[in-house]
């Protein structure tokens, strides 16, 4: 096998495990327009729970017991929780946290 | 509203979802790049990388790809997309019900939905006075189209455009914290939003950082379900 035709297998499984990820649901659990209450319950639910869970996901990876100890990602968590309770404005918040973030990694907590 | 008005994509629905994609197409652009340079040091140039965001379409798929693309065995890979991705699942399930009515769109919107245009869906019907479902639309369509200019650009100008972007990928965390405050802020009762937070933690203390998010996404189902009750009593969730 070519090494070419090797990396477009490759793709294909991967694009086709990660659409049935996203597909799967609709198909077992709503195709047509009568959805069942409970489904439409946690439709209503899981938003608010998706957030915690996608927070978390994003921070996996922080080494908290090693130096610098996931100090860059809460002050830059607390940058933006505090600009976004003073301004409301989603872009201003990402932006800032964004940069301090970055400003942080790459120039101040330097390993 | 019939069904012709329905169909009509204005101005103000297009300024509305450029507004709310901005700051993820900033973000896909710029990862979009890093993506497309790290698979041009393996070898792949820019069609690749575009193939790629078009058949794959999801950032951390894409990333651990790129390790499985010359020698990896297709099983595996399989496998590994799987997990990755199986948090879409719960994704998918929370559109079901404002999907419904899209007819032959919602397989694109489906297909579609990362992480980051689910955050901003999830969230309510849009801006006031605009077309819902074309709102929907374009944020899903400018999100994939930031990622896939992203990665052509990076492809295409390879280590030109090397700066050093690490951290840029906090973006994604900014925004998650954003919407998670905007429902803090709305919602009546924070059962959901504190049992998303401390199951996921807690999943991740005991399972480690592969394994956490499937036993996650079954404990917030089980504690949603066992808890619909007092969830959806007056002074719960309410945005129907």
Redesign the interface.
Known sequence: MS?YS??I??????????????????LV??R??N?PD????????????????????????VPVLESPHGL??LI??SI??AT??WK?N??F???T??LV??I???FIFTI | MNNKDKQKVTTKDIKAALHTSSPIMVTFIVLGIGYGILMQEHGFGPVWSVLSSIIIYSGTVQFVSVAFLSTGSVIMAGITALMISARHIFFSISMIGRYRNEGKKKWYLYYALCDETYAMLSKDDGPDGVNTSAYRLLVTLFDQISWVFGAFLGGCLGSILNFDSTGIDFAMTALFTTVFLQQWIDAKNHVPAILGLAATFICLLIFGTDFFLIPAMIIIIGVLTLARKKIEAPGGEDDE
């Open positions: 090494e090797h990396a297998i490759i793709r294909l499984v991967m694009g086709i495990a990660t659409f049935a990820t996203r597909i799967i649901p609709v659990l709503g047509g327009k959805v409970y489904v439409l319950y946690l439709g209503r639910v899981i938003p608010y729970t998706a957030m915690g869970l996608l927070i978390v996901y994003c921070l996996r990876n860059p990602e830059a968590l933006v929780t976004y309770l409301r989603t872009i918040s990402v932006v946290g964004t973030y970055m942080l990694v790459q």
